[in-house]
């Protein structure tokens, strides 16, 4: 899987995880610092999320257009990255409770234009280092590869955010509890006739605090946790000058793929590397992208919804604490450990081993062992975790699956059974719908938001934590036979001087998924949970049908 590639891969890869890092950790806790600092309901944070999303993903049409015409890839990609610094920047100034919406707002499009400089350009540079014969059959393993790091950078970020917000909370006095948020904005906002039931969650976090004193802890309570989230998009800061360093301090390694056609064509040494593309083909090609950037509209209206009704379903209808065995899933520490346990196993165990390693892979099994089972025992009878920790175990999942997928497809291509790209694209569209079906069976019976009133469901009517990890397992899969594969398809269609747009294009497919986040935000509070669900799971089935409708056409394009 690792083996083959050019240097460049590794330093984009790298360059990926860090901003990766930060933005996943911004994402993380996104809808629950709109609502809890603003007071805004369930439909209008899904709304700004998926306002700011579209925003990401139809700034790389800038980007591409830049970057092709202009620029070059890496001059648009360093761009990129210090206008999202700039805007993280600006998100990690606090502000009290129910101000500084406009100084949000500017932040969050600041960040929106230096990703849409940044992400699709990466891509394009990703993939131009594969137009080299040398490097082309390896490019859908490479595209994989490269989106290990994405996700090893977004693994980190749910529990880099919830450790920041309880080392803030716990300077105060206080800890995150699910519950106070939307109590304290309907006490505040004078909504509440009975604060009775919210005075006794209150002095759970200090028993001093009475009636008369609610509004005052309620403030204090908002603002903290407000303080807690700011330092979290700060976390973002530093994660983008380790990208910066790296992609900056290693550009030997990718400077052959940084130029577009359009500057190639000015260098007399390097005019003769253009392709050259007739305008049929380059229609045809097009035509093509378009109908594959159709389909993949509705997977990503069904995976973005992670971020925003998935943490929603986290926060109001699934248990918040669990017991030793099931909290070793939440504790990433904890689970790495183990991880480099048994990959110490795995070298201890292999013939191929010699002396050296199994003596270090022994020592690695003992050791890591030895601390993983040290940490599993300082577990409490009951653990508790934020809501947003659920989007850890999507890239979770993708650095797990990432090498079975892989190897899977490669033992599949040397029996000639492997499928084509826009295939594999289909069948990531079915899996999707199964991952939703499972998670409308385990709402039925549930009062639906609109019932609840924008608060958690009471204690006997919360579900356990499997239905939603379960749901991740399989829109992991559904990804790895989707995104990175579909990032390859673009990279290897696409006619030489539109690479960039091209990229842009996919994204724009993307903005537009996010953009019917917001719709499912939207109906959250107006229709049952099962029924929510199924809107997605029909939203998938229909476009697979479609894609796999149109198969023939696009395997004779993209050479299956």
């Not at 997928?405 to 569209?429: C, D, T, Y």
């Not at 917001?518 to 697979?544: D, K, M, Q």
Request: glycine share 10%; with cysteine.
């Amino acid at each position: 899987m690792f083996k083959g590639h050019p240097k460049g891969l590794y330093v984009a890869f790298l360059a990926n995880m860090g901003e990766r890092f930060g933005f996943y950790t911004m994402v993380s806790i996104f809808v629950l610092f709109m609502q809890a600092k603003y007071g805004m309901s369930a439909p209008t944070a899904g709304f700004m999320y998926s306002t700011f999303m579209v925003g990401v993903y139809v700034f790389p049409l800038l980007g591409g257009f830049l970057a092709d015409r202009f620029l070059g890839y890496g001059r648009t990609i360093s761009l990129g990255l210090i206008v999202m610094f700039i805007g993280y920047v600006l998100l990690a100034l606090p502000t009290a409770m129910n101000t500084g919406l406009p100084l949000v707002i500017g932040a969050l499009a600041v960040v929106a234009l230096g990703t849409g400089l940044f992400k699709g350009n990466l891509q394009a540079l990703v993939g131009n280092l594969y137009d080299d014969p040398k490097y082309s059959a390896l490019r859908d393993r490479a595209f994989s590869v490269f989106y290990m790091g994405i996700n090893i950078g977004a693994m980190f970020a749910p529990s880099a955010s919830m450790a920041v917000c309880n080392w803030i909370m716990r300077g105060a006095g206080l800890s995150y509890d699910a519950r106070i948020p939307a109590l304290a904005n309907d006490l505040l906002g004078g909504k509440l006739a009975d604060a009775s039931a919210y005075l006794a969650i209150a002095q759970g976090q200090d028993a001093a605090v009475t009636l008369d004193t609610l509004k005052v802890f309620s403030e204090r309570y908002i603002n903290t946790l407000g303080k807690s989230y700011h330092l979290g998009f700060g976390v973002a800061c530093l994660s983008l000058i380790v990208s910066m360093i790296i992609f900056w301090a290693y550009r030997k390694h990718y400077a052959m793929a940084d130029l577009s056609e359009r500057q190639k064509a000015k260098s007399e040494a390097l005019r003769g590397q253009m392709v050259e593309m007739g305008p049929k083909e380059t229609r045809e090609r097009l035509v093509v992208l378009g109908l594959v950037f159709f389909v993949v509209i509705f997977f990503w209206m069904a995976f973005q919804q992670s971020a925003v009704t998935l943490t929603y379903f986290a926060r109001d209808y699934t248990v918040s604490s669990v017991g030793k065995a099931a909290f070793f899933l939440f504790d990433l520490t904890g689970m790495l450990l183990a991880i480099l346990a048994v990959a110490g196993l795995v070298v201890l165990l292999r013939r191929a081993s010699g002396r050296l390693a199994r003596v270090l892979g022994a020592a690695a099994f003992l050791g890591f062992g030895a601390l993983a089972f040290l940490r599993f025992r300082g577990y409490g009878d009951t653990n508790s975790f934020q809501p947003q920790i659920f989007q850890q175990f999507n890239p979770i999942f993708i650095v797990g699956l990432t090498p079975l997928v892989v190897g899977l497809f490669g033992w599949l291509n040397r029996r000639g059974k492997e499928p084509s790209a826009p295939r594999k694209i289909g069948i990531g569209m079915l899996v999707t719908a199964v991952a939703y079906t499972i998670l409308a069976v385990g709402s039925f019976g549930l009062m639906s938001p609109k019932a609840l009133g924008g608060l958690v469901a009471p204690a006997d009517s919360l579900v356990p934590v499997y239905w939603l990890i379960s749901t991740y397992f399989l829109l992991t899969v559904a990804e790895l036979f989707l995104s990175p594969i579909g990032i390859s398809f673009v990279s290897k269609v696409s006619p030489p001087k539109y690479k960039g747009l091209m990229q842009g294009c996919w994204f724009a497919a993307t903005a537009v998924g996010n953009s019917l986040v917001g719709v499912t935000a939207y109906l959250w509070v107006r229709l049952p949970l099962a029924v929510v669900w199924a809107i997605l799971v029909v939203a998938c089935l229909v476009s697979a049908a479609f894609i796999f409708s149109i198969m023939k056409r696009l395997e004779r394009v993209a050479g299956a």
